[in-house]
């Protein structure tokens, strides 16, 4: 019985809407975006005004960690030691970013759980801000790719290995920003429509239980696909700049790329 209560109170996808020249804007999904965007901007500046070269504070440490170790290690080992620095920047804020929208699932702005909707939910869980990134991301890529190699060699990469399988080349460069899209937008999509579920067939006095279980794993997986998120693009990045089969980067970028494929397939 309590199932058939939760499909008839669970709506997928509703949101407030207004209609601008004809598009309908999500007015929430706007707010937490932009909302986000404001954290993203006053930890920076707040680490920019704090930054020293003697002992480094919290943030200043946090900020070291992820510019440092988490994706300037990666970008040098895909992109190469002379061309990585360039895409550190765009590695930092798609982690940063991606990871506070995730985590705006933490925020308590659901009126009644279970009976209303969250006035801030994750922007990332609606398709149209992961597609948006990866879109941008895929279009940097192409753009790097031709300064690379140029106009002949950007479209000559096409019939590499054989002629043959250039139409599949074709398809996979296509595919890049969908795969991408839907993977950070399925995972953070299904884990708010889990909690949903649960608070819905859930006893109100259970709720707060299942919230101490959750929220953990929530913020892992909100980690974990940021990274993801990120490390696809440094990946991209790197395979797009490559002008040889035998390049000193190539070696690590696909082993890693099949990494990313089975974390993500197993979240």
Not at 28 to 39: G, K, R, W
Not at 63 to 76: H, K, M, N, P, R
Not at 120 to 149: G, K, Q, Y
Request: net charge negative; hydrophobic share 50%; aromatic share 10%.
């Amino acid at each position: 019985m309590r199932t058939l209560f939760a499909a008839k109170t669970i709506e997928v996808g509703h949101h407030p809407t207004i209609s601008v020249f004809g598009l309908t804007i999500d007015l929430d999904i706007v707010a937490a975006t932009v909302l986000a965007a404001l954290i993203f901007l006053a930890l920076g500046f707040a680490m920019r005004r704090k930054v020293t070269s003697g002992v480094p504070g919290k943030l200043q440490l946090m900020y070291e960690i992820i510019v440092t170790d988490i994706v300037g290690s990666l970008a040098e080992s895909a992109i190469g030691p002379t061309k990585y620095k360039r895409f550190v920047p765009i590695g930092v804020t798609l982690f940063i970013f991606i990871l506070l929208c995730n985590w705006m699932s933490l925020l308590p702005t659901a009126l009644h759980p279970g009976g209303s909707y969250e006035l801030l939910p994750p922007p990332t869980s609606d398709v149209n801000l992961p597609l948006a990134m990866a879109l941008f991301v895929i279009c940097w890529v192409h753009i790097e790719s031709v300064r690379a190699r140029g106009v002949g060699g950007y479209f000559k990469h096409y019939f590499q290995p054989y002629t043959a399988l250039a139409p599949i080349n074709v398809i996979e460069e296509i595919t890049k920003p969908i795969t991408m899209t839907f993977r950070l937008f399925g995972n953070m999509f299904s884990g708010g429509l889990m909690v949903l579920v649960m608070t819905t067939l859930l006893p109100i006095y259970v709720i707060p239980v299942g919230e101490l279980v959750w929220k953990p794993f929530d913020l892992f997986i909100g980690a974990i696909q940021a990274y993801i998120f990120m490390l696809l693009t440094i990946l991209y990045f790197g395979m797009a700049m490559s002008h040889e089969e035998h390049d000193d980067h190539q070696p690590a970028t696909e082993p890693a790329l099949a990494a990313t494929t089975a974390t993500s397939a197993s979240h």
